[in-house]
């Protein structure tokens, strides 16, 4: 079903504006934040807010775990996960997707093929669906496939990790962790003791690995960091290398040395939720967090926002520059992540008082709609040929 760009004026809401809850109306006319008289919506009860720019999300990986007989084709993985964002005010999202020696739907082929389908499906998409690298570091034997890869398809977002040592210990702790591990990726125990071992013995050429991946990063305009610094070595290391960005770390002394030479650090949303233990809500209140990403929670980022508003950590406005302002400008994109004149009109429509997702307008197109929300849109869609799933 098409989604055609709305030409309406929001009326009655509470909106997030020049860094502030207030009471006024959003105009939305040809995808983009207008002004002037246009037919209304009276959305009273509801707070209007930027779209959420998501950073770092799994929603592919999880639709893509399980037995390989049980898994979606790409295609059919990535509109569930443009369904999902929608449904969550995730307007732009990062999809995450590994790069690693561990084969399966982990290896280089099967990303390629995720970027592929990616391109095709975004003719069709609700949301903006962006694809972002997770480069496992000891891949060096596949350095100028991963370098063609990134050009090829323009990918404008990596994040390192290093799963060589976890991976050691599984392959140590005993025949079923094994098994486990192998079968996830599609392989004999054999053939993933054989990859564990090749990747062991290039160990020592990481190093000059990451610096050209660093070096052709930079010269391409490609954003990148690691996920998971365990120590602030770690992610001195990182800094060093041009490998900016701090996903997740997984101590605070690699989120203050990040804070300390001026590196973004993004914090897990679910933290904040309590649906996952951890040190987020410490590291905010401690000024060691930029941005909220959802991981494998898309809807956790709305849910935080919320939370941290809530248990007085920081105000809503702040709180929700967290899932939008603030990532959009780490993304470099202009024309989001704020309700300005001319921006892009992504938009979150929130229920004030079950604070939860009924609308979320993408480029001014209705891609969501439920509940009070649809009652409310209800009249404009019937005239205007207003289309949401």
Known sequence: MPHYPARLRLTGATILRD?????RSVAVEDGRISKGPLPEVDLTGFYILPGIVDLHGCALTRQLAGPPAAR?????????????????????????????????????????????????????????????????????????????????????????????????QMA????AALSHHAHGSGRSIDAHLAALERAEARRRDVPRHLCRLSEAFDALGVVYGSRGDSDGETREYYTQIGAKVCALPQRRAAAALARAVGDPILLSASEVTGS????????????????????????????????????????????????SARPAALARLTDRGIIDYDRRADLVIVHAGRRSVEATLVGGRLVWVTGEAAERFAPARATSGLAAE
């Open 172 to 175: 140590e702790a005993g025949l």
């Open 72 to 168: 979606p084709r790409l295609a059919e993985a990535l509109r569930i996960c443009d369904g999902i964002a929608a449904r969550n005010g995730i307007t732009t999202g990062w999809l995450a997707h590994d790069w690693s020696w561990e084969g399966g739907i982990h290896a280089p082929e099967h990303c390629d093929a995720f970027l592929r389908a990616l391109e095709a499906y975004r003719t069709i998409a609700m949301t903006d669906l962006q694809a972002q690298i997770l480069c496992e570091v000891n891949t060096v034997d596949s350095q100028d496939y991963l370098l063609a890869t990134v050009r090829r398809h323009a990918v404008g977002s990596v994040l390192f990790r290093n799963e060589l040592e976890s991976a050691r």
């Open 276 to 323: 996952k233990p951890g040190q987020t809500p410490d590291l905010l209140r401690a000024g060691l967090g930029d941005a909220l990403v959802s991981g494998e929670e898309p809807g956790a980022l709305v849910q935080a926002a919320f939370r941290l508003a809530s248990e007085g950590i920081m105000d809503l406005p702040k709180a929700w520059e967290a899932v």
């Open 19 to 23: 860094g502030a809850l207030q009471r």
